[in-house]
């Protein structure tokens, strides 16, 4: 790697990005060009800023991490994009290198190992944490353990999971249409959407979902 290399971070939370800076920083060979807090405007942010590298989050309002991912490439494809998150399921993994992600790596992952997954995927490697590649590798290889629900979990998209983890959470439908920069009436045709795909018919249920899932942190 030559000179320094250019970072754009994209994440929600104001003070995680601020942590990220100051550690990325550390590194002399580092520049942070900018931040967003949202999908669309990290889009914009790489047309204007040419980063060499995307810090990705995935749960965020308006478009979120996996469409960003999916639109960067498409556009930007020699930008590389490392998503830092805390979701450990399958379907996130698979669904963000599908997208074009260059590594993924989770939100309590050490700082070491967010240096090295940073200067991996830069040089141009593809970088996992080190639990995310053996349930890559069992789902490729097709030695995972069968995933009850799965059919129904595969109809749904990105935004419906995400409002299903905030429901979950116990959010109300104007916080989650205001999180998301969606009107009610939307939200509430996802969680509709949601009862119907996976045949379950009130707020407990599609909670019990999400936690077998792992949607949520606790």
Known sequence: ????????????????????RALLLQD????IVGEADNGRDAVHAVGLLAPHLVLMDLS??????????????????????LVLTVHKTDEYIHESLRAGADGYILKDATHDELRIAVRSVLSGKTYLSPDIS????NGYLGTGSADVGGSQWDTL??????????VAEGHPN???AD???????????HRSNLMKKLDLHNASMLTAYAIEKGLLAY
Not at 1 to 19: F, P, Y
Not at 28 to 31: S, Y
Not at 134 to 137: C, D, E, F, G, R
Not at 157 to 166: F, G, Q, S
């Open 134 to 137: 053996s349930k890559v590798i």
């Open 157 to 166: 998209t990105h935004r419906e999971r995400e409002v299903l983890k905030l």
């Open 1 to 20: 790697m030559k000179g320094k290399q250019r970072i754009l971070i994209v994440e929600d939370h104001t003070l995680l990005r601020a942590g990220l």
């Open 174 to 176: 104007k916080y989650i």
């Open 28 to 31: 002399p060979n580092v520049e």
């Open 179 to 189: 999180y998301y920069c969606l009107s009610v009436k939307t939200v509430e045709k």
């Open 60 to 81: 965020m309002p308006g478009m979120n991490g996996i469409e960003a991912i999916m639109d960067i490439k498409r556009r930007y494809p020699e930008t590389r994009v």
